[in-house]
């Protein structure tokens, strides 16, 4: 299956439709006024579909399985045709059209089943997906326009030369995936002046600046002690983002003193030093975070 722990998890719904095509009027009045001899249709397919979608991940080999939360199946009957209109809702990491579509078909195959003793002519057709939402595709900033950042590696190993950086490349390649320019990219010992100038020079320049490292609580790590003085606003839910999802993946995330805050129109992130700690931090928030651009512009929420 793909792989999809790198995700966060967000509202996703679908809606898929099918249509199930009788032959002759008197079935339709059948239906209607449930006199089917195998009972009631309706009832009978709605109960299927909903057994279906919760069991999508059995019969289809790269689905994953996810929490149901919600299902709703309706009907309309328009001539000789019913069409099926099948809803599903999660809250987790991966959508859920393939199961409202599975969950369609099966209503659709069980009304089928259950109307062949009366009607020998039935076709079912046009099973498709008509909606879904949530996940990458609904939050997109692609109208954004096009925005640089800096990359600030803070270590004294790594600018000693005794280590190389591997956080801030990846950092850089997380931006350069989500159309961000990079302007900047410098490695710095782990000093509070040295730091807390990086900030304040770059942000006059900048749209964002990421700093990775200092951020522990060694002696020398001193990279929120460096910014949170002159960052104008704090944004805790950002900072509490990038916790809570290195939370779930690690137990030593709660020790990290990410920061993040703006100063004028500039974002300023703090991240871990490590890769990984970078790395899931950038998960955490990206490409989603780049909706501040849109409100520090002025636009609506």
């Known amino acids: 299956m793909v792989d999809i ?3 966060i998890k967000t509202l996703r719904t679908a809606t898929a439709t099918a249509i199930v ?3 002759k009027p008197e079935t339709i009045e059948t239906l209607q006024n449930n006199l089917v001899p195998k009972g009631n ?3 009978m397919a709605k109960t299927a579909g909903l057994f279906a979608v919760k069991n999508t991940h059995t019969v289809i080999p ?7 939360e919600f299902t709703s199946v309706a009907y ?3 001539g000789l045709e019913v069409h099926i209109i099948f809803n599903v809702k999660t809250i987790y990491k991966t959508g859920v059209e393939v199961e409202a579509m599975h969950g369609a078909s099966v209503v659709a195959l069980t009304m089928y089943d259950m109307l062949k003793p009366i009607d020998k002519q039935i076709e079912i057709g046009t099973i498709k997906l008509v909606e879904k939402k949530g996940g990458k595709s609904s939050f997109n900033n692609k109208q954004i326009s096009t925005l640089n950042a800096s990359v600030i590696v803070c270590s004294d190993s790594i600018s000693d030369g005794k280590k190389e950086d591997f956080a801030g490349k990846a950092i850089i390649e997380k931006l350069e995936a989500n159309d961000v320019s990079i302007q900047n990219y410098d490695i710095i010992p782990d ?6 100038n990086k900030a304040i020079a770059l942000s006059e320049t900048n749209n964002l600046i990421i700093f990775t490292g200092g951020t ?7 990279t929120p002690e ?5 960052l104008e606003r704090r944004i805790p839910g950002i900072e509490e983002a990038i916790r809570s999802y290195g939370q779930d993946r690690m137990p030593y995330a709660m020790l990290s003193r990410s920061v993040a805050g703006t100063i004028g129109n500039c974002l300023v992130l703090a991240l871990p030093g490590s890769t990984n700690g970078a790395k899931e931090s950038m998960d955490a928030v990206f490409p989603h975070v780049l909706h501040i651009f849109k409100i520090l512009r002025g636009q609506q929420h």
């Open 62 to 68: 790269d689905c994953h399985p996810l929490p149901i």
């Open 216 to 222: 522990g609580l060694s002696y020398r790590d001193v």
């Open 191 to 196: 000093e509070i002046e040295l730091i807390r």
């Open 41 to 43: 249709v309706f009832e």
């Open 76 to 78: 309309t009957i328009e």
């Open 21 to 23: 095509k009788v032959s």
């Open 5 to 7: 722990t790198h995700k």
């Open 226 to 230: 460096a910014l949170e003085p002159i």
